[in-house]
């Protein structure tokens, strides 16, 4: 009998789990709301009841069970270390509680890890062996896949691009507190409160306080001058931490995704002029594939449904590669 694979993304805000069959093709789904202000004990709880509600009832076997999970974790333990958007998390042995409860395999992914696996499985770097996944949004998350692996590091804690460090205006700072949508939002309210002008303090009814990068996003699709200036330079910025990944892992395309991506070429024009103007030789660009993400609110699901058949992202895509072909 074929086996199927069970998927968990649990975030902040919801819990949602799926079965998915051989192919990778969702046959089942359900979420429901996280509520981790009533604790780690219900939470557990409330990820076991989601994996129950999926799990096969005609005797197909499981092959496993992958979750994507907020980090920093362990993917080699199954420990998740300290989440930000989970309270009180700490040091969970998630991947434990589960496989001592369901008798199965099971895997835990970094949600932009996990992301990136699906991308280069079945989404926008399908067949590719050289990957870097970025997502832009209330942070910058990142996953690499290197010659066909994903990039783990001794404990799991590789990859995390959006905290690259930069030096801006004299500052030290990161990727991620420069151009992810809340640095767009702090920009345009610190030039809004300086007395530029702008539609921003509109749609926002006065709020400045309000004002996020969706903002500052829909301000600049509307022809907003200061608001087209701050998402250009925020492009430009993500422009010149992609020089330094080109340079260290020369990847054959760039995935993006996050909302902040959603600004298209507002924000990846400038992105493809900094990369452009900051590489060292043009042979690390003029055959670089730089797309938009293509899996959409699926991704997590099918990504840590990839993690079960990789080993957690041990083994290479290849393999997984030709076990969907062979389907």
Not at 119 to 129: D, P, Q, Y
Request: glycine fraction near 12%; include cysteine.
């Amino acid at each position: 009998m074929t086996e199927c694979i069970i998927a968990v993304d649990l975030g902040g805000t919801r819990v949602r789990a799926a079965r998915l069959n051989h192919a990778l093709e969702i046959e089942l789904r359900q979420e429901m709301l996280t509520e981790d202000e009533r604790g780690l004990d219900a939470t557990l709880t409330r990820i076991q009841d989601m994996i129950r509600a999926v799990w096969p009832t005609d005797g197909t076997p499981v092959a496993g069970i992958g979750v994507s999970a907020p980090g920093p974790l362990n993917p080699m333990t199954g420990v998740v270390v300290m989440p930000p958007n989970l309270k009180g998390w700490h040091n969970v042995p998630l991947g434990t509680i589960l496989r001592d409860a369901f008798d199965v395999p099971v895997y835990i992914g970094n949600d932009a890890n996990v992301a990136g696996l699906a991308e280069t499985v079945m989404g926008a770097a399908r067949g590719c062996r050289h990957v870097v996944f970025i997502t832009v949004s209330t942070g910058i998350g990142s996953g690499m896949i290197i010659d066909g692996k994903m990039l783990l590091g001794k404990v799991g804690l590789a990859a995390e691009a959006g905290h690259m460090v930069m030096v801006v205006d004299d500052q030290v700072t990161s990727w991620e507190k420069e151009a992810s949508g809340p640095a767009l939002a702090r920009k345009a309210r610190a030039r809004v409160e300086s007395g530029e002008e702008s539609m921003i303090p509109d749609l926002v009814h006065g709020q400045l306080d309000d004002i996020t990068g969706a903002t500052v996003g829909r301000a600049a699709q509307q022809g907003d001058a200061l608001a087209l200036d701050i998402v250009r330079e925020g492009g430009r910025i993500v422009g010149l931490g992609l020089v330094s990944l080109l340079h260290l892992f020369n990847p054959e395309i760039v995935v993006i995704g996050g909302g902040v991506s959603n600004l298209g070429e507002l924000l990846f024009a400038p992105m493809r002029e900094a990369i452009r103007a900051n590489c060292m030789d043009n042979s690390y660009w003029q055959d670089l594939r730089i797309e938009r993400a293509a899996l959409g609110e699926n991704v997590s699901i099918i990504g840590a449904a990839c993690l079960v058949l990789t080993q957690g992202g041990m083994s290479d895509v290849s393999k997984v590669m030709a076990r969907l072909n062979a389907g």
